[in-house]
């Protein structure tokens, strides 16, 4: 994490991606384990957290720009929350919940979503070597 205001669109950035590459590693896993005997999957949920974070500021500083609300977010309180999806829910015989072909449509969506936000950070940096080159 960088700590600079002109750097708060990558630190967000950064934390997303974080929780990006991490949904992949537990799908990957999830795929690992699709014929364990009782596995249940695993997953992590960060938009919401994302979304509840942008609200939270947006409130306690009483304005709406995205800007201002990005550099005053607090980066800690911006971690996905990990779960166990369908803890007690199974339609295997041997109680595991995996489904590969969700898990690979769920893989590819977030191999893309992942792609995009390297791309976003990319392009923040780029904007900042522009500036510095004027």
């Known amino acids: 994490m960088i700590s600079s205001n002109a750097f708060s669109y990558i630190n967000v950035l950064d934390r997303t991606a974080d929780a990006?590459?991490?949904?992949?590693?537990?799908?990957?896993?999830?795929?690992?384990?699709?014929?364990?005997?009782?596995?249940?999957r695993?997953?992590?949920?960060?938009?919401s957290v994302l979304d509840h974070q942008l609200r939270r500021t947006a409130m306690e500083i009483q304005d709406n720009s995205v800007d201002?609300?990005?550099?005053?977010?607090?980066?800690?309180?911006?971690?996905?929350?990990?779960?166990?999806d369908y803890k007690n829910f199974s339609y295997r015989?041997?109680?595991n919940n995996v489904d590969v072909d969700t898990e690979n449509v769920?893989?590819?969506s977030e191999q893309l979503n992942y792609q995009t936000l390297t791309t976003a950070i990319s392009s923040e940096f780029g904007r900042f070597d522009i500036v510095t080159k004027s």
């Open 68 to 84: 201002r609300v990005v550099k005053n977010m607090d980066l800690a309180k911006l971690n996905g929350r990990q779960y166990t």
């Open 42 to 47: 695993q997953d992590i949920e960060f938009k």
């Open 106 to 108: 769920e893989l590819a």
């Open 93 to 95: 015989i041997d109680k």
């Open 20 to 40: 990006s590459w991490l949904r992949q590693t537990m799908i990957a896993n999830n795929l690992a384990n699709v014929d364990t005997p009782t596995y249940k």
